[in-house]
């Protein structure tokens, strides 16, 4: 009979929550935490929290309106354990590929704002990269990806089938003129295949270990894509 096997993923979320020179506040989009978070933790994984500054991560307040739940956001607001865990998110700087099987990062406009520079981010996706760990990204987290460089100093996202919010979502949402780019340009700026599906519908991208989302409907698909490479990865490596 085969040993029972921890996974053992990482979240990283964003530490910024100032939406431009708005006056509002963004950070994380709920549902993007929320649905990864507990499909991946009803699979039996052990997720660990991060994010660039430590503590509690900034919630985008639009992301709490009633037009933004789910099953998951709900579970979430009655969940005070992970309330707690969330608030207490170590820093960026003290977490190591090497120690995880994956990474999932959740989106909301912030990381368009930090983690898209953020040299301790960057280095942590190059370190997944080499040590072929699968990664998962939705929504406007796929911007993480923009500065990150495969070891022959390509852009990592050059030549790979890549999803992430589009410009008519953004469109839609009011900010093409807030945000610092639109990031179906900037995915396509940097070799990457984009591609959509409709919009505030369901769209994965999967290129090899690297899973990309387009937007909060996408994120509890991204999570059960990367449970499965997870999955799959372990299977291997335990024959």
Same mark, same amino acid.
């Given at each position: 009979? =085969? /040993?029972?096997?921890?996974?053992?993923?990482?979240? +990283?979320?964003?530490?910024?929550?100032?939406?431009?020179?708005?006056?509002?506040?963004?950070?994380?989009?709920?549902?993007?935490?929320?649905?990864?978070?507990?499909?991946? &933790?009803? *699979?039996?994984? !052990?997720?660990?929290? &991060?994010?660039?500054?430590?503590?509690?991560?900034? $919630?985008? @307040?639009?992301?709490?309106?009633? /037009? /933004?739940?789910?099953?998951?956001?709900?579970?979430?607001?009655?969940?005070?354990?992970?309330?707690?865990?969330?608030?207490?998110?170590?820093?960026?700087?003290? +977490?190591?590929?090497?120690?995880?099987?994956?990474?999932?990062?959740?989106?909301?406009?912030?990381?368009?704002?930090?983690?898209?520079?953020?040299?301790?981010? $960057?280095?942590? $996706?190059? &370190?997944?990269?080499?040590?072929?760990? @699968?990664? =998962?990204?939705?929504?406007?987290?796929?911007?993480? #990806?923009?500065?990150?460089?495969?070891?022959?100093?390509?852009?990592?996202?050059?030549?790979?089938?890549?999803?992430?919010?589009?410009?008519? !979502?953004?469109?839609?949402?009011?900010?093409?003129?807030? +945000?610092?780019?639109? #990031?179906?340009?900037?995915?396509?700026?940097?070799?990457?295949?984009?591609?959509?599906? @409709?919009?505030?519908?369901?769209? +994965?991208?999967?290129?090899?270990?690297?899973?990309?989302?387009?937007?909060? &409907?996408?994120?509890?698909?991204?999570?059960?894509? #990367?449970?499965?490479?997870?999955?799959?990865? *372990? /299977?291997?490596?335990?024959?």
């Amino acid at each position: 009979m =085969a /040993a029972h096997i921890i996974m053992k993923i990482l979240i +990283v979320l964003t530490s910024h929550s100032e939406l431009g020179d708005t006056g509002k506040q963004t950070g994380f989009w709920v549902e993007e935490f929320a649905a990864p978070y507990y499909e991946l &933790a009803d *699979a039996g994984a !052990e997720i660990t929290l &991060a994010s660039p500054k430590g503590g509690q991560p900034p $919630i985008d @307040p639009s992301s709490e309106l009633p /037009a /933004a739940q789910t099953e998951f956001t709900r579970r979430f607001d009655q969940d005070a354990p992970l309330q707690q865990k969330l608030a207490h998110t170590l820093k960026l700087s003290e +977490v190591k590929a090497a120690d995880f099987d994956a990474v999932f990062y959740p989106g909301g406009h912030g990381p368009m704002w930090d983690l898209v520079k953020d040299r301790d981010s $960057i280095g942590l $996706i190059e &370190a997944f990269q080499q040590q072929e760990k @699968p990664m =998962a990204l939705v929504c406007h987290a796929p911007c993480a #990806l923009l500065n990150v460089k495969l070891a022959d100093g390509d852009p990592l996202v050059k030549g790979r089938n890549v999803t992430g919010f589009s410009d008519t !979502e953004e469109a839609a949402v009011k900010l093409t003129k807030v +945000v610092p780019f639109l #990031l179906e340009d900037e995915l396509n700026k940097a070799g990457g295949h984009y591609s959509k599906g @409709p919009d505030w519908g369901v769209y +994965v991208q999967t290129d090899g270990l690297l899973i990309t989302g387009q937007n909060p &409907a996408s994120s509890a698909a991204a999570a059960k894509a #990367l449970l499965k490479l997870v999955k799959d990865r *372990a /299977a291997r490596e335990s024959r």
